[in-house]
């Protein structure tokens, strides 16, 4: 009887499930406020497929959410819930832009350095939460919250008093560190897709390949499932939580790389957080911390996202019904033992029967 | 001498007005902390009481209640804030989600459900703007007495009283009366407590609820007193210092009032460090981020260390060992 629950199937009748009470609590907010659920819900599908512009907007939107996604996934399976990422995403996209406008270099060096740059800073955001927690037992969730805080005022002080250029942002990078494909953007009606999408497929193989097929990457469950047993098999606990959340902070960087490189070539003064780090734990939950389920919830979010604008205007509704759709899909999936329950009731009457 | 003393008449009252709304928020963290219950979702608590707060105000200037208004809209706060943490409660009580994740979904949905309902009425990003303020009053008297008047008892929110006196009442209650017993004991040691008779999933609803109640009260202060209106900007973190500050403060009641009041005062420096002789050259960015700075030091013992209840972040199932 347990055994039916802990199925492949039913692993991925979770997220379905909760996408499903998503929308239908979606439906039933724009019925009480007074709009056609239908006429909503197909201009918002209308503003994902609708026009190829629409869809590449989509997949650039996706593509920082895949890695806050990965972020969150990789240190969750350590056992650690890193809500760091936002502020880890902050560095990393302003130490990119930093080397992109900075340095001078044919784009072969250029471009890496950048990247590297934001990985660096986003591994030193997570390192500092998880030596906390390895060295003094400090929760990773409070020191992660206050570095994200950190993280924006540091990095809007550096901007407002040393590289501010016009308004209220830096300089554009340099040609030779930019991700803007004109290539990627002609075929999608001139939307800001940029090369960033296919490292983030990438991402999602290295991510894949690290955890599930080397043995650091076998050390580092071990300790998510089980830390005790793990430290009697001889493995460095304290040294793979910090690992852990330098690799979690480095792959969130990139992410921050992505949007300063590929999306604004710019890095500017924050009024409050982007989100993207924030909607990575989302992202992360509702693709069960697994690389290919991290890619669909990206397209998920980045999709309803990017197809809330078009709803507003075809269908007159505010934009903020995705959020509190995805507010919902993280409720649902975070209580899954609703649906377990439900689930456990209707199989218990049909066997009754 | 005089100089110094007129900075502080400017300073202190400016440190306690943006310390109420935290006070009142770490209050709520603390019932719903103590009785083994994270409340990440705290900033999104002080967004649905900042939403309520103003909106409720506006409501009762359009029937004509004056004067009364923003204090009808501040319990219309406490209320809605106390209902709108059933989701967290549910969720990590009953339905043992993960109490992190269940306080992040609540801060989405806060801010995703009053900017839409903001939008569907007002037909703008904000509300109205509310005219029926709470003044800034002198305390009769009080303010009188040299040096301590003009610092304490002038040019404050009667808000900010209340805040302090909650505070204390808090500590009455969670530190001297059964409730406040039953409540740290299911935080300590819920097994035991379900032992001895106490109701462990009750006194957490109890908890989470009284944190949605304080941390609504807390959000409407922040509007009615400093804001005026709400938008989705309008709350942008004091949840989370609030948070701080019940860590900083070491999850009492009087340790989360010197956080707060010392949050406060970081805050009014950043704003008039400007002005301050010897504070002039210290950049911004230091005060903004001394609250985060030092709440990390607290927990990792390098300023006492901070020692959260023993079942926190645990769901109890009966019956389990």
């Not at chain 1, 009480?32 to 918002?44: K, M, R």
């Amino acid at each position: 009887m347990t055994n039916m629950f802990k199925g492949k199937l039913f692993g991925i009748m979770i997220p379905l499930i909760a996408i499903g009470f998503g929308f239908l609590a979606g439906g039933i907010i724009m019925l009480i406020s007074g709009n056609n659920p239908i006429t909503g819900y197909v201009a918002l599908i209308q503003g994902i497929f609708g026009d190829i512009y629409y869809f590449g907007e989509t997949l650039q939107r996706m593509t920082p959410l895949i890695f806050s996604g990965l972020a969150v996934a990789f240190a969750f399976r350590t056992g650690l819930l890193n809500i760091g990422v936002e502020g880890q995403l902050i560095v990393g996209w302003f130490v990119s832009v930093l080397v992109g406008i900075v340095i001078e270099a044919p784009m072969i060096i250029h471009l890496p350095l950048a990247i590297l740059g934001g990985a660096l800073a986003g591994a030193l955001w997570g390192f500092v939460p998880g030596v906390l927690k390895a060295r003094f037992q400090v929760h990773e969730v409070i020191v992660t919250i206050m570095m994200n805080y950190i993280a924006m005022h540091v990095v809007n002080h550096f901007i407002r008093n040393y590289m501010l250029e016009s308004g209220q942002r830096t300089a554009f990078i340099n040609d030779s560190a930019s991700l803007s494909s004109d290539y990627l953007s002609a075929i999608t009606d001139f939307s800001r897709l940029h090369w960033g999408f296919l490292i983030a497929i990438a991402a999602c193989f290295l991510m894949w390949f690290i955890l599930w097929k080397t043995k650091k990457g076998f050390e580092l469950r071990s300790v998510g499932y089980n830390k005790h047993a793990s430290s009697y098999a001889g493995m460095n606990v304290n040294l793979n939580i910090i690992l852990s959340m330098s690799v979690s902070g480095a792959f969130a960087g990139v992410g921050g790389a992505m949007v300063g490189l590929g999306t604004y070539n710019y890095a500017n003064i924050l009024p409050g957080f982007t989100n993207l780090g924030f909607d990575g734990i989302a992202v992360a939950l509702l693709g069960s911390s697994t690389s290919i389920g991290i890619f669909l919830s990206a397209f998920l979010f980045g999709g309803l996202k990017e197809g809330a604008n078009n709803m507003q205007g075809q269908a007159g509704v505010a934009p903020e019904l995705v959020e509190i759709i995805i507010a919902l899909i993280i409720f649902f999936v975070a209580s899954s033992y609703l649906i377990r329950w439900i689930y456990s009731r209707v199989q218990s009457k049909k066997e009754g029967k | 001498m005089d100089m110094t003393l007129q900075i502080l008449y400017t300073i202190v009252p400016a440190a306690l007005i943006a310390a109420t709304p935290l006070l009142l928020t770490a209050m709520g963290g603390l019932f719903s902390e103590r009785s083994g219950i994270v409340n990440i979702g705290l900033e999104g608590l002080m967004v649905m009481g900042a939403f309520a707060g103003i909106v409720g105000t506006l409501f009762f200037e359009s029937l004509g209640f004056g004067f009364a208004s923003p204090w009808m809209g501040i319990l219309v706060a406490i209320v809605l804030g106390a209902i709108f943490s059933l989701f967290h409660a549910v969720a990590s009580i009953s339905l043992r989600a993960d109490q992190i994740v269940s306080g992040v979904a609540l801060n989405f949905l806060a801010v995703g459900l009053t900017v839409f309902i903001v939008r569907e009425v007002f037909d703008k990003g904000q509300t109205d703007t509310i005219s029926a303020r709470i003044f800034r009053i002198n305390v009769p008297f009080l303010s009188d007495i040299p040096i301590i008047g003009p610092m304490f008892f002038s040019r404050v929110y009667l808000t900010t009283y209340i805040a302090f006196a909650l505070a204390i009442l808090v500590w009455y209650v969670v530190f001297k009366t059964p409730f406040g017993l039953r409540l740290r004991s299911v935080g300590e040691h819920p097994m035991a407590a379900d032992t001895m008779g106490i109701k462990v999933n009750r006194m957490r609803y109890i908890g989470v609820m009284l944190s949605g109640a304080f941390g609504g009260m807390g959000g409407a202060v922040y509007a009615i007193t400093t804001a005026g209106n709400f938008a989705g900007g309008t709350i942008t973190g004091q949840g989370f210092m609030a948070l701080a500050a019940l860590i900083f403060g070491k999850w009492h009641p009087f340790g989360a009032m010197g956080a707060a009041v010392f949050f406060g005062f970081a805050q009014a420096l950043s704003i008039s460090a400007q002005q301050i002789p010897g504070l002039e050259n210290v950049p911004q960015v230091y005060m903004l981020i001394l609250p985060y700075v030092l709440t990390i030091l607290a927990l990792a013992g390098f300023v006492g260390k901070a020692e959260p209840p023993k079942a926190l972040n645990q769901p109890y199932e009966k019956g389990s060992r």
